[in-house]
Nanobody, 118 residues
């Protein structure tokens, strides 16, 4: 079955950096678009970044554009989110999302907590 396992979250000071990873299995990763979402306490889940199957096209929310970079390694079935210049408002649970070509629909990982605080 489709499995997504996030890692790399933690506590970081404002201005710092973190890299999140999402290891995928159970579907053909190389032909599937991938995304990162986040959900802060009391707020709705929001799209942070999206990457096409070959990685040629990316999309970012306005709130993270220029600070975050989404990338993927199709040989390792892994998608990454490099986060820089972190702000307290980036504090949230970050979720990996897949839309597998062979299993249409939304699939989610368990989430990883990112806390930006001094």
């Amino acid at each position: 079955q489709v499995q997504l396992v996030e890692s790399g979250g933690g506590l970081v000071q404002p201005g710092g950096s973190l890299r999140l990873s999402c290891a995928a299995s159970g579907f053909i990763f190389s032909i599937s678009a991938m995304s990162w979402y986040r959900q802060a306490p009391g707020k709705e889940r929001e799209l942070v970044a999206h990457i096409t199957s070959a990685g040629g096209r990316t999309h970012y929310s306005n709130s993270v554009k220029g600070r975050f970079t989404i990338s993927r390694d199709n040989a390792k079935n892994t998608v990454y989110l490099q986060m820089g210049s972190l702000k307290p408002e980036d504090t949230a649970v970050y979720y990996c999302n897949a839309d597998p070509v062979e299993y249409p629909g939304d699939y989610w990982g368990q989430g990883t907590q990112v806390t930006v605080s001094s």
